[in-house]
Every structure is written in structure tokens, then in C-alpha cells.
């Protein structure tokens, strides 16, 4: 696939109907040992005077242990058309097979890391903060209960803020 380089400054989304309706692929590891996961939680902004990506990963993800044993991830932007595999690769465990090719993805090299060919944008990041978020930490009553209840008990998730060193955008 073709990709052009563009700024971040240049993106024309509305960040909170990317991340929270449209979602983002989470992808780390290298294109021969990558695994993605779906995100809907997150942010882009500014930070230390970079321009930054926000995820939350729980720690029981496979996607998780790539991430902390490389320097960078993605987080990719998919077309509508692949809202299916989206809810494939957020609701299996890499753990537990090829999540790729049951969703009907394809991994490429990008950067020293992986991600979805089928992608209409790409943020290649480099991590600069991973910060667990453990319940001594919530304030607002009741997330506890609402996120981190039942099956999810203890699994806590893990912040991660990321430079967006660049983005690529399907040509």
C-alpha cells in the first residue's frame, strides 16, 4: 500500500468521534511478531511540547507486552469497511491465535513496528510516559465498579503517552 507523509497538524478529524465511535487500531511488535487491539478510549493533544497520542491498555493484553518491549507502536484510523475486523481484534486475545488473518487484516513494517495495510491513517508513536492507573488514583465514585467490576476485577489499565513522530495517510 501507498502512504503519504503529512504534519499532525494537517489531521481534520474531531478527535472524540475518531476515538470513541470510529476507533483505532493499537498495533505493536514487528510485522513477523505484531498484535493489534482495538482502542476507543484515548486522546490526542499536545504534551511536553510535542505533539502526542493518549491510549489506555489493560494489563492482561497481549498487545500490552509488545508495547512495553519496543520503543514505538501505531494507532491507525480504519475505513468503515473494516468495522467487523475492528470488533474481531477487540474482542480476541493475541494470546490466543493470529487475530490478523481470522479478522482478515494484513501487518506491514512501518517504522520498526507494525501496522494494518487497510488503514486510512497511520500515527507512528514513540513512547515517552507508560503510567499504571491503580484504583488508589480514581477520584470520580463509582469507575471502579462500572470498568474494573466482575471479570475485569484488578485488570487495571495502563496509560501510555506517545509522540506522534509521524503520520502517514493512505494515498
Known sequence: MIFREMKAEEL?????LQIGKGWFLVTAGTKEKCNGMT???????????RNTATVYIRKNR????????????????????CRMALGYMGSHSGW???????????PMEVE???????AGVILVCRKLLA???????????????????????GNYHTMYIAEIEKVLVKA
Open 62 to 81: 497481549f498487545t500490552k507486552t509488545l508495547i512495553d518491549a519496543g520503543e514505538r507502536f501505531t494507532i491507525s484510523a480504519m475505513p468503515e469497511s
Open 12 to 16: 481534520a478529524w474531531n478527535p472524540f
Open 131 to 153: 503510567a499504571e492507573l491503580p484504583e488508589a488514583s480514581f477520584i470520580e465514585p463509582g469507575m471502579k465498579e462500572r470498568w474494573y467490576g466482575g471479570k475485569d476485577e
Open 96 to 106: 490466543d491465535g493470529d487475530k490478523w488473518q481470522a479478522a482478515g487484516l494484513t
Open 112 to 118: 520498526g513496528t507494525a501496522a494494518p495495510e487497510e
Open 39 to 49: 482502542v476507543s478510549w484515548g486522546g490526542l493533544g499536545v504534551w511536553w511540547g
